[in-house]
């Protein structure tokens, strides 16, 4: 996939119950996993798979993306060599409208796509927790030769969607009608993937500028007579944070053996983000951690049960943790009881201090919170 560039879109996440942890940065850069951000997975499917030249679309929290992305070489890219570029995003569409991925967006970046020499396109949202390889989609679009490949999944009753969520017919792998989720006619939903000949993505710019349409997924949709547009299976685990339920449970699902291993434990496709140099996390007796993920760097006193830690996170002695998210440089106290909580970075709890929320609205602490 040497002649492949890649586009990892922006979703901002405004107008969703996240809203509390995206006050200091975009969904790209979401904390997720004990030392991931969402964008890893996007940014690290496309390296594995051989990409090696990406844009990032960003919003106007820039700040978090710059950090975290950082020279890119941790994904083994670089922007000093423009082998990885941060775009400018377009704010005229948000995430909670019905418009599943603003052309504009790629408009406006007109000129990343025509100075290079690339002739695949493959676009992806930054939102997917996946461990997801091109090149088997990439033989089916190449060998069919064709103008675009949807990547797709068949659905399954613990899935949930949105009203904008896209829905594929399909006769054959040929793609036959798109619906929305209120309308859908199928079973197979459409996983925000796709590869797209550069020279059909530049005319429907052109289109859009003409006409005014700016969803792509429209655009396509209206064109399937004159478009070759096929789709290509998804195997495997994915799950798409889009609101604060699924960033729960995308978090509980590591925690079993089985999405851990596929997700994280893959050798050809490794999960890779911004590294830091951090000790090894001290157990201080009589810690207990059981069925948890803990990130370095932490010292931990009390008892931790079916959850997520990150990184420099300190829990006192006699507090328990069950059933929650702590982010970053959290500084717990003594005899603390945690459930059902997500806490932002750098939260202080004071000693016998009790928060308990439930599993389908845990309490939700912002940054910098001191209780």
């Not at 050798?267 to 990130?295: F, Q, W």
């Not at 009881?337 to 750098?346: A, E, H, S």
Request: with cysteine.
């Amino acid at each position: 996939m040497k002649r492949t560039i890649g586009i990892i879109l922006n979703i901002d996440g405004e107008n969703s119950d996240l809203n509390e942890l995206l006050q200091h940065r975009s969904i790209s850069t979401l904390p997720f996993g004990g030392r991931y951000r969402l964008i890893d997975f996007a940014l690290s499917n496309m390296v594995n798979s051989g990409i090696s030249h990406v844009g990032v679309v960003g919003s106007h929290k820039y700040s978090s993306l710059i950090d975290h992305l950082g020279t890119g070489k941790e994904w083994s890219l670089s922007r000093k060599t423009q082998d990885l570029s941060i775009l400018a995003g377009s704010t005229s569409v948000r995430f909670g409208n019905l418009v599943k991925i603003n052309l504009r967006d790629l408009y406006n970046n007109r000129a990343f796509l025509e100075h290079s020499s690339e002739e695949q396109v493959i676009i992806s949202s930054p939102n997917l927790i996946t461990s997801f390889n091109f090149a088997a989609p990439f033989k089916i679009h190449q060998s069919n030769n064709s103008d675009i490949t949807m990547i797709f999944k068949k659905m399954r009753p613990s899935y949930t969607f949105e009203n904008n969520d896209v829905f594929l017919d399909f006769d054959k792998y040929r793609v036959t009608g798109i619906s929305y989720a209120n309308e859908r006619r199928t079973d197979y939903f459409y996983a925000d993937m796709m590869i797209i000949k550069k020279s059909i993505l530049l005319e429907l710019m052109d289109l859009g500028e003409r006409t005014g349409e700016w969803d792509l997924m429209d655009m396509i949709k209206n064109n399937l007579d004159t478009l070759k547009v096929l789709g290509a299976p998804h195997t495997g685990y994915i799950n798409r944070v889009h609101n604060l339920a699924k960033f729960y449970e995308a978090n509980m699902d590591l925690l079993e053996f089985e999405v851990m291993q596929e997700v994280f434990l893959n050798e050809e496709n490794p999960i890779h983000t911004k590294i830091k140099d951090n000790h090894p996390t001290l157990y201080e007796d009589p810690a207990v951690v059981r069925n948890s993920i803990v990130g370095s760097g932490c010292i931990i006193h009390g008892e931790i049960y079916n959850s997520v830690v990150f990184r420099d996170t300190v829990v006192g002695g006699g507090t328990e943790i069950s059933n929650s998210i702590i982010m970053q440089k959290a500084d717990i106290g003594r005899n603390v009881k945690l459930k059902y909580v997500i806490f932002d970075k750098d939260v202080k709890i004071s000693d016998n201090v009790t928060l308990v929320g439930k599993k389908d609205s845990p309490i939700i602490l912002k940054k910098g919170t001191v209780l």
